[in-house]
């Protein structure tokens, strides 16, 4: 099944913001769907956590489709792609109003889908805390991402609270089902509060049900309430889909990413691209101002005289994903490979549930100036060879080896009509007994020590010697030897 994808922008979610989301809360409307989606029960009480019906709750009037949406943005890989997605992810965005004395209340149904979660983020795009589907409480204790039997569809209510995140303070007690809108990060400032109108996402990986890839139990209804929830202020205005950028999925594909990618890249135009070097190298993301600095650093040989770090994160990434990178520049070669061994993920035969490396992991390239995607492959969709080993091989439809095929163990990607591309790897919800999972790999740390023969290694390869062989391992063997011999000849 294929699914829906992409990341956002930032300047087209501002637009959205201010233009849909904005003028609906401040009239506090609601949509025609508002009364089959909501969690709420017939006698006013929440089906989800038993809230009393003393709560005193808002007036909200209807309005058709989707227009005045709360959730203002979904992703949708055919118009909007970019801030590197996934194209198993579904996301959806809105932001709350916010303020000292308020919080949004967030009432859903868990979907049928391999996670979900929600993330709050700070002016900088970058994610200040979250809450993950399995950290979710309900009366009945019927989680099904915490326990394997449960079904789908049952209730839950999560809340997004003014102040203090303890994702960014170790201090700061969690309350049960709650995400903080936290504070904005600037160097040595660590006090600003992120309040007003804080942008969240809400996230569904790998849904197995339902038209907009919603796990079939449709969009979580929003309510901003007092903090003690005792009274309602707003019900924000309820839909089917986010409005834009489908007008609730009203649109028609426009078929862009299919017609870039059936383009060649003309071979003599090999730019140098500051993103890859050679040989290639995997490093762990940490935050925009990390890559930039790298980049810089690794251009002119100068390191910053000052930290230039603005905090983690960026591109509204999320807080239980982590990531490594590995570039690739035409330059170099049009056949570029990436190699490691695979981590055990939710949902596998040969492993139980809750027992898994990761509850999800994947292989995405990327063009880094337009942060769109290429073409990814899950967990599921990538064939692992007789030593437990994902082999990835990216290059245009014209330079593809025709022994590059699942068959014989290796994942092709399409390169795309750029000159550069990078290979985004992605670890989900590591379990605590995974050492080498990417998210315990800190700053100082030899990635390739800590994560062993989990980390990513890139090679470039000449289709003459990739077709040497129909054994990934040997093939990539094969290709890195020929590569150290044989080392590209530049010209610029």
């Known amino acids: 099944m294929k699914h829906s994808a992409s990341g956002l922008g930032a ?41 009393s019906n003393n709560t005193q709750r808002a007036e909200t009037m209807a309005l058709p489709g989707s227009l005045g949406c709360a959730w203002a943005v979904s992703s949708d890989d055919d118009k909007v792609n970019v801030a590197f997605p996934d194209s198993q992810a579904k996301y959806w965005v809105s932001m709350a109003p916010i303020t000292p004395g308020t919080r949004l209340r967030i009432d859903g149904k868990f979907p049928d889908a391999r996670y979900f979660s929600f993330n709050s983020y700070d002016l900088a795009l970058r994610p200040v805390d979250a809450i993950a589907d399995q950290e979710m409480t309900t009366p009945d204790g019927n989680n099904p991402f915490v326990k ?45 509060p992120n309040a007003g109108m ?45 409005t834009l950028p489908n007008l609730g999925g009203n649109l028609p594909p426009l078929g862009l990413n299919e017609t870039l990618l059936g383009l060649d890249y003309p071979d003599p135009l090999k730019l140098d691209f500051p993103t890859a070097t050679y040989p290639p190298s995997t490093v762990k993301f940490f935050g925009l101002s990390e890559t930039v600095t790298r980049i810089v650093a690794g251009r002119t040989g100068l390191e910053p005289p000052v930290d230039l770090s603005i905090g983690a994160g960026g591109f509204l990434s999320n ?32 492993t139980a549930f809750g027992q898994e490396n990761l509850r999800y992991w994947s292989v995405c390239g990327n063009e880094f100036a337009t942060q769109r995607f290429t073409e990814c492959a899950a967990d599921f969709q990538t064939p692992l060879d007789d030593e437990g ?38 670890h989900m919800l590591h379990n605590p007994n995974f050492a080498e999972a990417i998210q315990n790999v800190a700053k100082k740390d030899d990635l390739f020590k800590k994560m062993g023969d989990f980390a990513p ?32 000849r530049l010209t610029n």
């Not at 919603?214 to 889909?241: F, H, K, W, Y």
Request: hydrophobic share 30%; proline share 6%.
């Open 198 to 242: 804080v942008l969240f996402i809400y996230r569904i990986y790998v849904s197995n049900k339902g038209e907009f890839f919603d796990g079939g139990v449709g969009l979580p209804r929003l309510t901003l309430e007092t903090a003690d929830g005792s009274r309602e202020i707003a019900q924000l205005p309820n839909c089917t889909e986010a």
């Open 389 to 426: 080993y994902f082999t990835v091989v990216m290059s245009d439809p014209a330079d593809r080896p025709k022994n590059a095929t699942a068959e014989n163990g290796f994942t092709w990607l399409p390169w795309g009509p750029y000159p550069d591309q990078l290979l985004l790897y992605r």
């Open 11 to 51: 300047r087209f979610c501002a637009a959205a913001f201010g233009l849909v989301l904005l003028p609906a809360i401040l009239a506090g409307c609601g949509s025609e769907e508002q009364a089959s989606t909501s969690a709420f029960s017939a006698n006013g009480t929440n089906g989800a956590n038993g809230t």
């Open 457 to 488: 290694v890139g090679t470039y390869c000449r289709k003459d010697v990739f077709l040497q062989s129909n054994r990934p391992s040997d093939t990539f063997k094969i290709c890195t030897q020929d590569q150290n011999k044989n080392p590209p």
């Open 319 to 350: 807080i239980h994903n982590a990531y490594t990178t590995t570039g690739f520049s035409r330059r170099y070669g049009n056949i570029a490979m990436v190699r490691a061994k695979a981590p055990s993920y939710r949902g596998e035969k040969t």
């Open 148 to 192: 394997q039997d449960a079904k789908p569809g049952g209730s839950y209510t999560a809340y997004l609270q003014y102040g203090e995140s303890p994702s960014q303070n170790s201090k700061i007690t969690r309350q049960a089902n709650t995400f903080y809108s936290g504070n904005v990060e600037l160097g040595p400032v660590k006090a600003l």
